[in-house]
């Protein structure tokens, strides 16, 4: 396995469901990334981990918890989803938390909440 | 609050042929980069372009080049001698280097190029 990559790649749950999201960087990288893209609207950064530590949490729901054990695993726990958290979620990651670093994405996990 | 706008939803290109992609962005911060990302359809999303803010000269990358007028807060990208494979969503993304946000990436809304043969 190469670069970024994520699991499953599409998931479809119900909203009283508890369910994982899987993400891991073959890179070396020391920061990572979720994102959720919605139709029609800009990517949105939802949580940061640099070194393992969370630096970012943009206001998400509870409902979304994320989990790094690891500089090269990253989790996003999803349990009580609504209908309109359904979105493709990215995973990236970067060499450090700086603006100059390239991010590398995943393939996304197609998420579809009944 | 920072925002990036890209304000064409989608555009076509004939292949071979010169396309320019917009987009303006605002900022209180000085220092920053300017981002182009390229979701090619059910593909990973990958850096196209990065420009310096403090930077003037433009960035080129072999076929892609950037317009960046700071002044303007403007940073548009121009995709030379079109090809098939160009055909993607296209992201610009701001990254603050400093204050709360240092290091994240501000992203539009895209572009969705078409390139036809």
């Known amino acids: 396995e190469t670069g970024v990559t994520q699991t499953p790649r599409h998931l479809v749950m119900g909203m009283t469901n508890k369910k994982s999201l899987k993400c891991e960087q073959h890179?070396?990288?020391?920061?990572m990334y979720w994102y959720k893209q919605s139709a029609k609207k800009p990517l949105e950064l939802m949580f940061v981990y640099n070194f393992k530590e969370q630096t970012e949490n943009n206001s998400v729901p509870s409902r979304f918890s994320p989990e790094c054990p690891n500089s090269s695993h990253l989790f996003l726990h999803l349990h009580t989803l609504q209908p309109e958290d359904s979105a493709l979620y990215l995973c990236?990651?970067?060499?450090?938390?700086?603006?100059?670093?390239?991010?590398?994405f995943g393939p996304g996990t197609r998420l579809t909440v009944l | 609050a920072q925002t990036v706008t890209q304000s064409q939803p989608e555009m076509s290109v004939q292949e071979a042929e010169t396309v320019t992609l917009s987009c303006t962005y605002d900022?209180?911060?000085?220092?920053?980069?300017l981002f182009w990302y390229k979701q090619p359809p059910s593909r990973q999303m990958i850096l196209v372009i990065r420009q310096e803010a403090y930077k003037q000269q433009n960035a080129t990358e072999n076929r892609f080049s950037v317009n960046f007028q700071k002044a303007a807060k403007s940073f548009s990208l121009k995709i030379s001698d079109s090809q098939l494979g160009d055909t993607a969503m296209y992201f610009c993304a701001l990254s603050p280097l400093y204050g709360g946000s240092q290091g994240n990436l501000i992203f539009g809304k895209g572009t969705k190029l078409s390139v036809k043969p």
């Open positions: 900022t209180s911060e000085s220092n920053y980069y």
């Open positions: 890179l070396g990288h020391n920061a």
């Open positions: 990236a990651s970067s060499q450090g938390g700086g603006s100059y670093n390239e991010q590398f």
